[in-house]
């Protein structure tokens, strides 16, 4: 039996007639930046969210970097960022000149450890940048106990988020802006490239709506040195159409996390992930460790089962961070994970015998 990691298609035919009509919508209306699909995504997304503000932007890289941008960081400053996240998260700190700040994992949730962060801090720091990793929510409590204490700003990588819970609270409403990212793979992905900044600071959400469009406010009037990185009428379009089964397409891979979770807990040489009481995750991605990832990585994909490794490289030991000070042994929980870790298939669309299959593969003595 083939279970791939990822299928986009199938969702594709399952929402194959609204999402066409969306496109025809679209089409017919000869209008494709910066219209009224946009608007009433922003609204929906928003109200979803719970917050009162939702900017649509390129990309989720953009997201976080127009958030740090409309916060003023830049040059000079520091921004706190998980060791373990995707490289996105380092680099919209990078791209405003600011230097981003690595703080290791909790090692039973793997988001960013709050007991570490308090060590880091000096009197260049502006922000803390939480990463949801997979799904879960970080401990945002504590992370905005630290922040007020030390005014500093909380942002929200939310990019791989979309709908999970902190103690009941959206995620996307638990600092002072959030970034999503609506790429393909995402629990909630657009059919191309696109990006929501959530925030319930008028403020902030005016100043990134000016950062998006170049600056501009009215058509030739420039305000501030402004960036192009707008989330399209199609896909805002697309989006209002998958936004609709989010929730549903959330809680099955809910249901086939429990499954693992039930089915996998006496294996041995397996880590399962952890849940704390107080996080509803939404499962992007269903982690597992083991200490010879590499072999049971393969031995997984010849037994037809596909895997992917988020992430291998740590951003410290990426070439694109090669001129900083970081060595390998700089951040070791990172180093370690990243050769532990094993994504395993949990998309919504899996069937319940491909499910077994990989459950029956992973309790095969390995
Ligand atoms: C996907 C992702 C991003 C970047 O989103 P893009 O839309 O690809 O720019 C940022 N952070 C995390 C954690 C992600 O998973």
């Given at each position: ?8 298609k ?8 609204e999402l066409?009509a969306?496109?025809?919508?679209v089409?017919a209306?000869?209008?494709y930046?910066?219209?009224r699909e946009?608007?009433a995504f922003?609204?929906e997304f928003a109200a ?7 900017v649509?932007?390129?990309n989720?890289?953009?997201?976080l970097?127009?958030i740090?941008?409309?916060?003023d960081?830049?040059v ?10 995707y ?14 700040v690595p703080v290791?994992?909790?090692?039973t949730?793997y988001?960013?450890n709050p007991l570490l962060?308090?060590s ?9 940048l939480a990463?949801?990793?997979y799904g879960?929510p970080?401990?945002m409590?504590?992370i ?16 791989q988020a979309?709908?999970a819970k902190y103690?009941g ?6 600092g ?5 990212s609506f790429y393909?793979t995402?629990?909630l992905?657009?059919?191309?490239d696109g ?6 600071d008028?403020?902030?959400?005016d ?9 501009s ?6 305000e501030?040195?402004g ?6 009428e199609?896909?805002?379009a697309?989006?209002?159409v ?10 099955r891979?809910?249901l086939l996390a429990?499954?693992?979770l039930?089915?996998l807990k006496k294996?041995?040489?397996l ?6 009481h107080w996080?509803?995750?939404?499962w992007h991605?269903?982690v597992i460790r ?9 031995h997984l994909?010849q037994?037809?089962?596909g895997?992917?490794?988020h992430y291998?490289?740590?951003?410290h030991?990426s ?11 700089s951040?070791p929980l990172s ?15 899996l ?6 299959e ?9």
């Amino acid at each position: 039996m083939n279970v791939p990691f990822l299928d986009l298609k199938t969702p594709y035919l399952e929402l194959k007639e609204e999402l066409d009509a969306a496109y025809q919508r679209v089409m017919a209306s000869g209008w494709y930046i910066l219209g009224r699909e946009l608007e009433a995504f922003e609204a929906e997304f928003a109200a979803y969210c719970d917050t009162k503000y939702c900017v649509g932007v390129g990309n989720g890289l953009d997201a976080l970097h127009l958030i740090l941008r409309a916060m003023d960081i830049g040059v000079g400053d520091e921004v706190i960022v998980p060791a373990n996240t995707y490289i996105a998260t380092w680099l919209a700190v990078s791209y405003t000149g600011a230097t981003p700040v690595p703080v290791e994992p909790d090692e039973t949730t793997y988001n960013i450890n709050p007991l570490l962060i308090e060590s880091v801090i000096t009197e260049h720091t502006k922000a803390i940048l939480a990463v949801h990793l997979y799904g879960q929510p970080a401990d945002m409590d504590a992370i905005n106990k630290i922040a007020k204490q030390y005014n500093l700003k909380v942002i929200e990588d939310a990019a791989q988020a979309h709908g999970a819970k902190y103690k009941g609270r959206c995620t996307g409403n638990l600092g002072d802006a959030a970034g999503f990212s609506f790429y393909p793979t995402k629990n909630l992905g657009a059919i191309g490239d696109g990006g929501a900044i959530t925030t319930n600071d008028a403020e902030l959400a005016d100043k990134a709506r000016l950062l998006r469009n170049y600056g501009s406010r009215v058509k030739y009037e420039n305000e501030i040195q402004g960036f192009n990185s707008r989330l399209d009428e199609l896909q805002a379009a697309f989006l209002r159409v998958k936004l609709t089964k989010l929730d549903e397409w959330n809680s099955r891979r809910t249901l086939l996390a429990e499954t693992y979770l039930k089915n996998l807990k006496k294996t041995a040489n397996l880590t399962l992930p952890f849940v704390p009481h107080w996080a509803e995750p939404v499962w992007h991605l269903f982690v597992i460790r083991h200490p010879r990832r590499d072999s049971l990585e393969q031995h997984l994909r010849q037994a037809g089962v596909g895997t992917l490794i988020h992430y291998p490289i740590p951003p410290h030991l990426s070439d694109a961070y090669a001129a900083s000070t970081w060595q390998p042994g700089s951040f070791p929980l990172s180093e370690k994970l990243s050769r532990e870790i094993l994504s395993i298939p949990i998309s919504p669309h899996l069937t319940h015998q491909q499910v077994s299959e990989v459950i029956n593969i992973l309790l095969e003595d390995f």
